[in-house]
Each structure stands twice: as C-alpha cells, then as structure tokens.
C-alpha cells in the first residue's frame, strides 16, 4: 500500500512539473486533510482554462470506483471544468481520457480504450 | 509558529466549506509538498470562473512579503484566475481584497483599506 501510494505521488509530481512547464498554473489536492470534499489530484489552469485530473498509475487497465466516479460528477457539475482521467502507463507514458467517456464506460479504462479515446501530453 | 499554523488551518477550512455551501468546487493546496511552485492557500470554481484565494488569519493589519507577492503575481499570469487575499479577522468575519489592489498597496493590509477596497463573502 505504501510502495502504490509512493508511486502514485511521483507519478503525480511528474505530471505537475511537466504542466508547469508547458505554462499551466499547478496545484495539487493534499493527500491527507481533504476534509470529505469531492476533489481531482491535480487542477491545471492556464488563461483562464482549467482542468481537472484524476491520476491513475498503473501498470495494466483499471477501473475506477462508484465513489469516485460520483465525486468527479460532483466536482465537474461545480466547477464546469474538463475532468480528465490521466493515466501513467509503464514505458509508455501519460494518456488523457476525457472522464465523460469514462463515465458512459462505467469506469473502465483499459489499454485499447485509452488509445481509441485519449490523447497525449503534447495534445494537452 | 505552531499556534499560527494551526489558527490559520482552522480558518482556511471553515472558508473551504463555506464556498462549498455556496456552490463552489474547491480544493486547497497542500501545506507540505508544495514542490517549490507558486500556489495560494485555496482554489474554488464555478460556472467555469476560477477564484485563487490567498488566506490571511490576523488580528491586525499585516504585510504581504516580496516572495509572496511575486508567487501570486506568478499565478495571476499563468492562470489568470481572479486573485483574492482573503482576511479573517477576529470578531469581524471574512473579507476579500482584489489582489491587484494589494500589489499596488505593496502588499500592505490594513483595517481601513480592506474595508474600502474589499468585500464580503456574499458578494462572492
């Protein structure tokens, strides 16, 4: 559980220094003290367009839970902002799949799906 | 400096969940790993428009240092988000300063320049 977790935070800082760079304002959600509020990982907003990211770090497919899935409703029925699942892949880098897509596959991300369906880095 | 902290997270939560309350997705930036990137205390957005909050809890008037002030300058260009430095002071409730203004005040906050330049939560 601690070696996932750790994985999980390098991954996500990975991600927000590559964001950063590209010129996005970065701010990411803390991992304790989240005070029961629906919230993404990451939030990225750059001239006024903001995006919200869900970070998966997985070797092979996943699928995200019922919970979470209605907490990432929650958040973009509030916020009106592009929710994206973004999933580091071993070897292969970062792919983002729009969470609507995710949604109507009740949660289910799976290599085939993220290439038919997401986009990557440089898309962003 | 623990007592601070602690008064200054009690305050930054109670205004977390009053935005939420009124609507609001919100997410605060964590008080460790921030990763040495410009970030103020909370995020909310809704209907799409972004607010960046920079949360002072003081009893009196207070200065906002250089570093800080080029950290939001920072933000306010990447994101261009509205930036507020929002003020709970004691016995007197929250109020928000429009960051611009600060900036030209050089960061100074003072009793009779929030009430002449900033504005309730209800006005959010």
Same mark, same amino acid.
């Given at each position: 559980?601690?070696? @996932?977790?750790?994985?999980?935070?390098?991954?996500?800082?990975?991600?927000l220094? @590559?964001?950063y760079?590209? +010129?996005?304002?970065v701010?990411?959600?803390p991992? $304790?003290g989240?005070l029961n509020l629906?919230?993404?990982?990451?939030i990225? #907003?750059?001239n006024?367009?903001t995006l919200?990211i869900e970070?998966? $770090?997985?070797?092979? +497919?996943?699928q #995200? /839970?019922k919970d979470?899935?209605?907490?990432?409703?929650e958040w973009? *029925?509030r /916020?009106e /902002?592009k929710?994206?699942?973004?999933?580091? *892949? $071993?070897?292969? +880098?970062w792919?983002f799949?729009p969470?609507d897509l995710?949604?109507?596959n009740? +949660?289910?991300?799976?290599?085939?799906?993220?290439d038919e369906?997401g986009?990557?880095?440089d898309?962003?």
């Amino acid at each position: 559980m601690v070696k @996932k977790y750790r994985k999980g935070y390098v991954a996500e800082r990975e991600l927000l220094h @590559k964001l950063y760079e590209k +010129g996005y304002a970065v701010i990411r959600a803390p991992k $304790s003290g989240r005070l029961n509020l629906p919230c993404p990982d990451l939030i990225a #907003i750059k001239n006024g367009k903001t995006l919200s990211i869900e970070c998966k $770090s997985r070797k092979n +497919g996943f699928q #995200i /839970s019922k919970d979470q899935l209605d907490e990432l409703k929650e958040w973009e *029925r509030r /916020s009106e /902002s592009k929710v994206l699942i973004g999933w580091k *892949r $071993s070897y292969n +880098g970062w792919i983002f799949i729009p969470f609507d897509l995710v949604l109507k596959n009740k +949660g289910n991300v799976g290599n085939k799906f993220a290439d038919e369906n997401g986009f990557k880095l440089d898309k962003l």
